[in-house]
């Protein structure tokens, strides 16, 4: 007993001290990463062979910005043609530019808002008329915002169950149906997040459409298989990207508490996660179906231990409880 209270008054400090810090102000200073991230470096560059989706195209859903951009990057670099769709044709018309010019190989930029099932048509009519139908389709659009579950609004759940879930399926469903109807196969990547699978307070919305979308993609996986399709999933950890930490986090105070929790000590890069998505979408992979790859060094299983809290606890600490945990009597 008295180890356990020594344990439960130094973590309560411990709470008390980064609860005072996360108030404690709007704007982060750049704290230096832990020690153990020098043992992490990322890697960014392609690690697939040069050419590995020349005479491929690949289907982009929120390709303008954060992730999708650089999956497509990475793609349009192993020679895929890329087609990047969204809402705002101006932004993608940009990305789409830039890509092009850095890799030598063609981006194709297509307005669509995926929430409406006519629109998602017309997009692919285009897509077809431009490039044919797609090798590679990968589903990252996606709308999230805090929020306490109390506070939802009927508009504010559908905004986002819209964008994520529904969005995903009227993509999915017609493209699949017109390449079943082709006799053509496809890899299908659906980008979701680590509380898919454990769910989360404050995101209801993301984490139920989320957890939508890995339903929807294993199902398929099992029916779609005799098609030539694969579905497969990646699950990422957090990523700083412009449009996700303005919305989750627009003071920056939670980015060290996430910092703190990741074992491997730093934040995952874009570039990660569009390399994984390039293997799990490449020929390397065609075995992989139904599968869902979770990448966020190890946030998920440091959250899920109910120990693991005692990392917290020193050299010192540990001696003083081992002498205490010892001198304990009975059961």
Same mark, same amino acid.
């Given at each position: 007993m008295a180890a356990a209270t020594f344990l439960r008054e130094k973590l309560f &400090?411990?709470?008390?001290?980064? &609860?005072?810090? !996360?108030?404690?102000s709007g704007v982060l200073p750049q704290a230096a990463p832990p020690p153990q991230a020098r043992f992490f470096p990322p890697a960014e560059g392609p690690m697939l062979p040069t050419g590995s989706f020349t005479n491929r195209v690949a289907f982009i859903t929120g390709g303008g910005t954060g992730l999708g951009r650089a999956m497509t990057t990475t793609l349009s670099q192993l020679g895929a043609t890329c087609i990047i769709a969204s809402r705002k044709l101006d932004v993608l018309k940009q990305t789409a530019e830039e890509i092009s010019s850095q890799t030598g190989n063609k981006v194709h930029a297509v307005q669509c808002d995926v929430k409406d099932p006519e629109a998602v048509s017309r997009c692919v009519d285009q897509v077809e008329a431009m490039t044919g139908l797609p090798d590679v389709v990968i589903n990252n659009a996606a709308g999230n915002f805090v929020c306490p579950s109390e506070r939802l609004t009927?508009?504010?759940?559908?905004? !986002?169950?819209? @964008?994520? %879930?529904?969005?995903? *399926?009227?993509?999915?469903?017609? %493209?699949?149906? &017109? %390449? @079943?109807?082709?006799?053509?196969?496809?890899?299908?990547? =659906? #980008?979701?997040?680590?509380? *898919?699978?454990? $769910?989360?307070?404050?995101? *209801?919305?993301? =984490?139920?459409?989320? *957890? $939508?979308?890995?339903? %929807?993609?294993?199902?398929? =996986?099992?029916?779609? $298989?005799?098609? $030539?399709?694969?579905?497969? #999933? !990646?699950?990422?950890?957090? #990523?700083?990207t412009k449009g996700a930490f303005s919305r989750l986090d627009p003071t920056g105070a939670f980015e060290k508490a996430m910092i703190g929790r990741i074992p491997t000590g730093r934040l995952g890069m874009p570039g990660e996660i569009a390399n994984l998505a390039a293997y799990m979408s490449s020929e390397f992979a065609t075995w992989m179906s139904g599968a869902v790859v979770r990448l966020d060094g190890g946030e998920y299983v440091s959250m899920a231990g109910e120990f693991n809290e005692l990392r917290r606890v020193t050299p010192e600490q540990w001696k003083t409880m081992e002498a205490m945990i010892r001198g304990t009597k009975g059961s």
């Open positions: &400090r411990s709470f008390k001290t980064q &609860r005072s810090w !996360i108030h404690s009927p508009n504010g759940w559908k905004s !986002i169950t819209d @964008i994520v %879930l529904n969005g995903t *399926a009227f993509v999915t469903l017609e %493209l699949g149906r &017109r %390449l @079943i109807q082709n006799q053509k196969g496809a890899s299908f990547l =659906a #980008i979701t997040t680590i509380y *898919a699978e454990s $769910g989360s307070g404050f995101v *209801a919305p993301s =984490a139920s459409a989320k *957890a $939508g979308v890995e339903a %929807l993609y294993k199902s398929l =996986a099992a029916e779609w $298989g005799r098609y $030539g399709h694969r579905f497969n #999933i !990646i699950q990422p950890g957090p #990523i700083r």
